[in-house]
């Protein structure tokens, strides 16, 4: 997926982006990531490996606990997910790992089987990795991954958005010392509002101290791993100052020692009872993992492959699901982390994973005294960068007098999709505000596609036919048209669902002018179907009983091919090289006597 030609200059990463697809098609499968690793890289890698691990042990334990399942099941689900993934993944920053979303997606499935009943509701949890990571790599394999294309930037945008947001204000009442609130973003921001005056005086200092920190660390001292000092200090205070006696909440016990491996205990009918939800879960999943992913790939030059993340996610869900553990999916908040440590590479995830290891043998005494407040700024201060409000003020913008003269609203239906994605994540939770993202991008490309741009022509003073309508919107010279000719260009590809379209536009602009000519320039229409050849064929039947003549400029080749096999000799318009051609042709011919 990388773009053509040769790239010499390097981004400001270090990555070169490389030699266009055929240095992509040269790219190993498995630790394809790590292709071209520089020694130089190393000693970021370990630094980032070393804090996300920092935040991925904490972050990890209170997922699994969002889940409803004991807190050591995510550094169950961490391990393989952070191997599997470097295996078979694209992106070099890329972190997976347990989630809020898709945990309570997850929570939310396994409810509805498995209610009241411990046991079988931790077994439903591994079951809803495992199937999800069989959807992952099915269609991963089938190369699903286009569409991912059907999800547009402004949507995509919109949800990274509304994601970060969610994730900050369920880290708040941590952050704070206050109860959590249930529902929407709106509904647990008024239950914090709420519940300030109950707010613990120690968890506050030592939580927005902490935030405060981060960013001031961030801003003048960037290569300062700033959440692995702010877990160290959080983990010293409470030893130091018993703050968790004074109410400052901790992370509190955690089992020690390696999962058991293998299938949890259920029947295969509750593997297929789960396909419909776990395709939700994995639909969620895939969006966040593709926007973080896409993200820093976009930083640091290189391309994400949607179908080797499909694959990646895949096997980390079957790798933690194998392991005891739950649903992962790629981490906004945890790439952010390891990205703003400096990370070049899978190094940094496969070094989290050894740590992760270590800290289930020997380790995890030590988190049971971090902070909770201190787990949130760490969160907060990662995902606050992804709130990116200048892109979409940059969508709204893009509406200028120019673009609503030409286009009126479909200027700024950009802004509107990512706006509205942003909102129903907001307020009616992921996957809904996802499904209402996917939707409208749909709904986009079949409105552009339905509705092309019918541009009338006038030959400007270089002898370049041009839009007139545009023209006379940059005030620039209005060009001239040739007396008794009328010449249009449709700016999109012609078929079935435009084809009426189109020829309504023409029909009604030869009823406005009546010329004797009528040229359709098709520079401008990279393909046609079979509807959109007969649609030609009638036209030229329309145009004729207005007393014209309608023929065709630009010999495209897939226009011409497409023609010759669909329409007759006799009813087809005439292909000309150009239009200048075309009006030469056409007034030789109406100038010969009859």
């Known amino acids: 997926m990388s773009g053509p030609g040769n790239t010499t200059a390097r981004p400001s990463g270090g990555i070169s982006p490389g030699r266009g697809a055929a240095r992509s098609a040269r790219t190993p499968f498995l630790f394809g990531s790590l292709r071209g690793y520089q020694k130089a890289w190393l000693q970021g890698d370990l630094v980032a490996g070393l804090t996300v691990w920092a935040v991925l042990v904490p972050e990890s334990l209170a997922y699994a606990t969002i889940a409803g399942v004991s807190p050591v099941v995510g550094l169950y689900a961490a391990v393989p997910s952070l191997i599997l993934y470097a ?132 801003r003048w001292a960037p290569r300062v791993p700033g959440s692995l000092v702010a877990v160290l200090i959080g983990i010293v205070a409470i030893l130091a100052f018993s703050l968790d006696d004074d109410g400052v909440e901790i992370v509190g016990p955690i089992d020690a020692g390696l999962p058991a491996l293998g299938l949890p205990d259920m029947d295969w009918g509750n593997y297929t009872a789960l396909v419909g939800p776990c395709a939700g879960v994995m639909l969620v999943g895939f969006a966040e993992a593709l926007g973080a992913a896409k993200t820093y790939a976009a930083r640091e030059g290189y391309d994400i492959d949607p179908n080797r993340e499909l694959i990646g996610m895949g096997a980390a869900n079957l790798g933690s699901g194998l392991a005891s553990g739950m649903v992962v999916n790629g981490s906004l908040s945890k790439t952010a982390v390891n990205g703003g440590a400096g990370a070049k590479s899978q190094v940094s995830g496969l070094t989290a994973a050894v740590l992760v290891v270590l800290t289930l043998l020997f380790l995890t005494p030590v988190f049971e005294s971090l902070p909770e407040a201190t787990l949130a700024a760490v969160v907060i201060a990662a995902v606050i960068e992804l709130v990116d409000v200048r892109a979409l003020r940059r969508l709204y913008g893009l509406r200028t007098p120019t673009m609503r003269r030409l286009y009126g609203n479909a200027a700024r239906d950009d802004f509107y999709a990512g706006a509205a994605t942003m909102v129903g994540v907001l307020v009616l939770d992921t ?164």
């Not at 020829?503 to 002018?513: E, G, I, K, N, Y």
């Not at 003549?549 to 495209?556: C, E, I, Q, Y």
Request: charged share 20%.
């Open 431 to 594: 996957l809904p505000g996802l499904v209402i993202g996917v939707l409208l991008s749909l709904l986009l490309l079949l409105a552009r596609a339905s509705r092309p741009h019918l541009a009338t022509l006038v030959r400007s003073s270089h002898g370049l036919w041009v839009d007139a309508e545009r023209r006379a919107v940059l005030d620039k010279d209005g060009g001239t048209s040739v007396p008794g000719v009328l010449v249009v260009r449709p700016e999109s590809g012609l078929f079935f669902a435009n084809a009426d379209a189109v020829r309504t536009q023409v029909r009604d602009l030869v009823a406005a002018s009546s010329p004797r000519l009528v040229v359709l320039d098709t520079e401008t229409v990279p393909f046609i179907d079979v509807d959109a050849a007969e649609m030609l064929a009638t036209l030229r039947t329309d145009v004729a009983r207005e007393g014209a003549t309608f023929v065709l400029a630009r010999n495209v080749g897939q226009v011409r091919d497409e023609l010759r096999a669909a329409v007759g000799p006799d009813e087809r318009p005439r292909i000309y090289r150009d239009v200048d051609a075309a009006i030469a042709a056409e007034s030789s011919e109406a100038d010969e006597p009859r």
């Open 87 to 218: 295996v078979f993944g694209s992106s070099r920053h890329l972190v997976v790992g347990p989630m809020s979303a898709t945990a309570a997606l997850s929570a939310g499935v396994v409810a509805v089987f498995a209610p009241g009943d411990a046991a079988f509701f931790a077994a439903l949890t591994t079951g809803v990795a495992l199937v999800t990571g069989v959807l992952c790599l099915v269609a991963g394999i089938a190369r699903l991954g286009f569409v991912a294309a059907f999800i547009s930037e402004p949507v995509l945008k919109g949800f990274i958005v509304g994601m970060a947001l969610v994730i900050i204000i369920g880290q708040v009442p941590a952050l704070l010392g206050v109860e959590k609130g249930e529902g929407n973003f709106f509904e647990k921001l008024w239950t914090i509002l709420t519940e300030l005056g109950t707010a613990n005086g120690a968890t506050v200092v030592l939580g927005l101290g902490t935030l405060a920190a981060l960013i001031a660390l961030r």
